[in-house]
């Protein structure tokens, strides 16, 4: 993410033939798992390219999700079932786990009910607005330890996109569920890091987890969610669909009864892009954008991981919002003549790298995802259309940084350290302008390698804005605490 929508732009409504009907599959049985045993990874081999596939035997800490959704006929209430396998991936013990409940803080309701630890009834605390649900453990859980949660859960959905750019929102005929799971926080070195996110920018903080996800939703609508479709049955009036998906860092699920497809092959992914009828000519040109900007992130920071891509337009009044293996694009920007749309359909495709893939706390370091996902966007209009994309795009940025008069403000502060103007300015415009800086100090071979080293080091892990100074500076070899001074710390 992402910035306010500053004006709604009237869309010319283009008829467009439907040309690429969303195939509806044969019911297939859904597999079945016994839910006290810790995932198969096998389950996940699908969702991953060839590649990357290796990486199913690592990352044996990871959390574990099997979640289950049903989503009423109104699409604005859910109810839930959780459990998750949380392993103790620190030193030393923790005698309480910490889940995130951010529907309330996104002006929905999520009650959590049935809480168990290890079978055991256990009574949570909830605190920072009822966001933060603490899980006192019945034993300390001891280092490579792993505890399983199980609990019931209830969500009530906003009906209106205006809390938050609409993430979690049943609105214009389309229900996006962000975030909406009791959600582990993570443990670092801060202990347990959890804060009532500010508003300008992103929620979430969290680690590589796996998900194996059931929804039961009315059979006439159109489900897009993260990870990969394992099966599908429809009973009655209700389909019922299961996805595996991991290694993720978040689950989203988007439903509408208005969604057509249409899908390209890259290497071993498909990337699909889901749209009404009405805007599909954007739809087109936004897929075109996002097949490009894959093959441009592919070459320089390692191939896109997973063997699918969804994009997909809601009403949110950010302009795009990434998630894992999955991108939401605004309907106000769904137009191929509109300004917006090519950079922010690249700018969510270099997420993937650097938010998914390499993980930051979105919080404290937010120049790490979007400072550096502006930079790449940079790039990606150099590789492109050459000086002349370059210096289209880099005016842009420019642009941002001069709406707070070119002040040297600090890129490496907190979200909550800038006012809603400064942060756009220097996160999403100095931000991106000191890694051409960087660039510049390093030379462009070294920086290439060093970005790419930086990626491959932090892969399906959390990334530090010291990890990222040390890498660079051992590639060149040089003292890059003047520049940083200059530009990052405070
Ligand atoms: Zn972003």
């Known amino acids: 993410m992402k910035k306010l929508l ?39 081999r699908e969702g991953l390219i060839e590649e990357s596939r290796p990486i199913l035997e690592k990352l044996q800490g990871a959390s574990e999700y099997r979640l289950e ?16 396998h949380y392993t103790n991936n620190e030193d030393m013990p923790l005698d309480e786990v910490q889940l995130r409940l951010f529907p309330n803080l996104l002006g929905g309701r999520m009650q959590v009910t049935n809480l168990v630890a290890d079978g055991k009834a256990v ?37 209106t996109v205006e809390l938050n750019y609409g993430v979690l929102a049943y609105a214009e005929g389309v229900l996006t569920l962000a975030h909406s799971y009791p959600m582990a926080a993570v443990y670092d070195d801060e202990g347990w890091n959890a804060e009532i996110p500010p508003q300008s920018g992103d929620l979430t903080y969290a680690d590589i987890s796996f998900f194996d ?15 990969r479709e394992m099966g599908r049955q429809v009973e009655g009036e209700q389909q019922i669909v ?41 739809a087109e040109a ?53 300004d917006y749309l090519e950079s922010v359909v690249a700018h969510e495709v270099g997420h993937q790298w650097f938010y998914n893939l390499v993980g930051n706390d979105q919080l404290d370091d937010p120049w790490l995802d979007e400072s550096l996902t502006q930079f790449i966007t940079l790039q990606y209009f150099e590789d492109e259309y050459g000086s002349n994309g370059y210096q289209g795009y880099r005016a842009s940025l420019t642009q941002r940084w001069q709406r707070v008069d070119n002040k040297p403000i600090p890129v490496g502060l907190p979200v909550a350290d800038y006012n809603g103007a400064e942060y756009s ?33 932090y ?20 003292d890059l605490t003047p520049l940083f001074d200059e530009w990052i710390d405070p």
């Open 6 to 44: 500053p004006f709604l732009l009237a869309l010319s409504l283009l008829a467009v033939s439907c040309q690429f009907p969303s195939p509806s599959p044969a019911p297939t049985p859904l597999p079945t798992t016994d839910p006290s045993q810790p995932f198969e990874r096998s389950l996940f």
């Open 69 to 84: 959704f049903e989503i009423a006929a109104d699409l604005l209430n859910v109810t839930g079932r959780e459990i998750i």
């Open 123 to 159: 009574t949570p605390v909830l605190t920072l607005n009822d966001s933060l649900m603490s899980i006192p453990l019945p034993t300390p859980l001891e280092p490579g330890q792993h505890v399983t949660l199980g609990m019931d859960f209830s969500l009530t959905v906003p009906d």
């Open 213 to 227: 996800v059931t929804v039961t939703a009315p059979k006439d609508l159109t489900l897009v969610a993260v990870g």
């Open 242 to 282: 299961r996805y595996a998906a991991g290694p993720v860092r978040d689950f989203y699920l988007v439903v509408s009864d208005d969604f057509e497809s249409i899908s390209r092959e890259i290497g071993e992914t498909t990337v699909n892009f889901y749209a009404p009828a009405d805007l599909q000519s954007g």
């Open 286 to 338: 936004g897929l075109e954008t996002a097949i490009r900007a894959l093959e441009d992130f592919n070459a320089r920071y390692g191939t896109y991981p997973y063997t699918e891509l969804d994009l997909v337009t809601t009403p949110t009044l950010a302009l795009g919002i990434e998630y894992p293996g999955m991108i939401a694009i605004t309907e106000r920007i769904m137009d191929p003549k509109h």
């Open 425 to 457: 300015a220097i996160v999403y415009g100095r931000g991106a302008l000191f890694f051409e800086a960087l660039r510049k100090e390093m030379g462009i071979e070294v920086f290439d390698a060093f970005l790419r080293e930086y990626t491959e080091t």
């Open 459 to 478: 892969a399906w892990d959390i990334a530090t804005p010291q990890g990222l100074k040390s890498l660079a500076e051992a590639r060149c070899g040089c």
